[in-house]
């Protein structure tokens, strides 16, 4: 499998963040690259499943915010779906992803020292395919417990602007939130949760059709009925504190070109995509009650306390 070649030679950089695909960083957090890059820190994206050359545009945007992009050339979901025994969704666990999982671990613990990179980025786990669970799963395994390093989970967009999507994850992690963090994730009812479950997928032009759709919706209902039993103040699984990153006027500006130029385009040329993308991401704003422009991390917290005893899935490998 692919992806180790590129630590060869690599520099060292303050800041890593863990990405399935270039597009993610620059739609998801562009506050938080630039905030990074402003202040000083050399800022590395770290594409998992992207190979070298793809994503032009992407690449740009992640340069314009002041950061360096790499891509690990790993398979990503539809490339081991071809290779695997099964034809499963992209969005389901198959017995070809646990391979991944470990290589995916194995690379970022070893890129970690190369770097020295003390702040750590890496997804919630909200994309649209099994590689943003890999991602998150991985960059747990490799970072969560390292001593002088700061573990940061971003919300990807546009999937965190569905509601109930960031709870609904959460009570999947069986994570545990302080009091003042419980009211960060909501939960929302299944009406307004399938309502617009299924924008995100036509942001990123991956419809898949009718029958991708429905499937989705399918998994939706699944993962919400199966969120009623969480109890965010007692579960026993990872510690995660909210943190709210607002970002300036001009800093909106860039995020709102990036957007439009990422995303999809009508006949006519018309950044169509990144104008529904940006008005969500105002709205997100005024919900976190910020001005220009607004994100919200949740920071790995060491359990300290002996609950999280519980064996994460990645402990099964070496």
């Known amino acids: 499998m692919s992806g180790r070649g590129i630590l060869d030679g690599i520099d060292r950089f303050d800041s890593l963040f863990v990405s399935p695909r270039a597009i993610d960083v620059p739609l998801s957090c562009p506050g938080r690259v630039r905030a990074e890059a402003d202040r000083g820190r050399r800022v590395l994206v770290l594409g998992l499943f992207e190979a070298a050359g793809a994503s032009p545009g992407a690449k740009e945007a992640i340069g314009r915010l002041g950061a360096t992009y790499l891509a690990a050339g790993l398979p990503d979901a539809r490339e081991r779906r071809r290779r695997g025994p099964l034809p499963l969704p992209e969005s389901e666990r198959g017995p070809e992803d646990e391979e991944t999982v470990v290589t995916a671990a194995h690379m970022l613990a070893e890129l970690g020292p190369r770097t020295e990179a003390v702040h750590i980025h890496a997804p919630l786990g909200l994309g649209p395919t099994v590689d943003y669970q890999i991602a998150y799963e991985a960059s747990v ?37 302080p009091p003042a963090g419980v009211s960060a994730a909501p939960r929302v009812s299944l009406l307004r949760t399938l309502w617009r479950t299924s924008e995100p997928r036509r942001l990123r032009e991956e419809s898949g059709g009718l029958g991708a759709g429905l499937a989705h919706v399918s998994w939706a209902r699944q993962r919400w009925r199966a969120a009623r039993r969480w109890k965010p103040l007692r579960a026993f699984g990872p510690r995660l504190q909210p943190l709210l990153h607002s970002a300036d006027e001009d800093t909106r500006q860039i995020a709102r070109e990036i957007a439009c130029a990422l995303l999809a385009h009508d006949r006519k040329g018309r950044p169509r995509g990144g104008q529904r993308f940006n008005r969500r991401v105002d709205q997100a704003t005024k919900s976190l009650g910020a001005v220009y422009h607004a994100e919200r991390v949740w920071l790995f917290l060491p359990s300290g306390d002996g609950l999280h005893e519980i064996r994460h899935p990645l402990d099964s490998g070496d």
């Open 141 to 177: 395994r490799a970072f969560a417990t390292g001593v002088g390093r700061n573990l940061f989970l971003f919300e990807e967009r546009p999937e965190a602007f569905v509601p109930g999507a960031v709870h609904t994850r959460l009570a999947w992690l069986g994570a545990r939130l």
